[in-house]
């Protein structure tokens, strides 16, 4: 790793600080995942049987171009004395993502209502992060493999629309 990706690291690191981000160098950069050692985020998924790990990668390049990658994985189950149930769900490229989750519930222990659970995320905030860091190092930002395979397959989408219904158009004018 060159000196200047090592410092973008260095800074990725000292932004996430205080956040539920932890940054973890890898050999293309470094993943910017959320921590889900942090306390907020341990007792919803022992509390409701749901995991969620959403991490950024970043790819960085040694002339100054960075990209990220939106990887969301989400496994959630339940479980009764009757029925066993999971769902795993998983997101690769640009991912835009909201939730928040609210619960309400009873003490055990001192038989009080009370918020179990006030949780929200948003998959831009860890972006965010990161693009801020590159500001102030002077890098520019460069679509990842992802998006540029999306642009490329919607391209080809409204093309063939256009053609279809241009045929369509103009068999209809002939008849």
């Not at 306390?39 to 950024?56: E, P, Q």
């Not at 100054?64 to 990658?69: A, E």
């Not at 835009?96 to 918020?115: H, I, N, P, W």
Request: aromatic fraction near 10%.
């Amino acid at each position: 790793m060159s000196s200047s990706q090592q410092e973008f690291v260095d800074r990725a690191r000292a932004a996430a600080e205080g956040t539920p981000y932890a940054v973890a160098e890898r050999p293309y950069g470094f993943d910017l995942t959320v921590d889900l050692a942090d306390a907020r985020w341990l007792t919803i998924t022992r509390a409701h049987g749901l995991k969620r790990v959403f991490t950024h990668e970043v790819h960085l390049e040694d002339n100054g171009r960075y990209g990220i990658t939106d990887v969301d994985n989400t496994v959630s189950y339940s479980g009764g004395a009757a029925s066993l149930s999971a769902e795993r769900s998983f997101k690769r490229g640009r991912v835009m993502s909201y939730s928040r989750r609210v619960e309400f519930g009873l003490d055990a222990r001192t038989g009080q209502v009370g918020k179990v659970v006030d949780y929200s995320f948003r998959a831009g905030e860890g972006r965010e992060l990161v693009r801020r860091v590159a500001k102030e190092l002077g890098w520019t930002e460069k679509m990842n493999g992802e998006q540029l395979g999306a642009l490329w397959f919607a391209g080809i989408v409204v093309v063939l629309m256009v053609v279809a219904f241009g045929a369509v158009g103009i068999h209809a004018l002939l008849t």
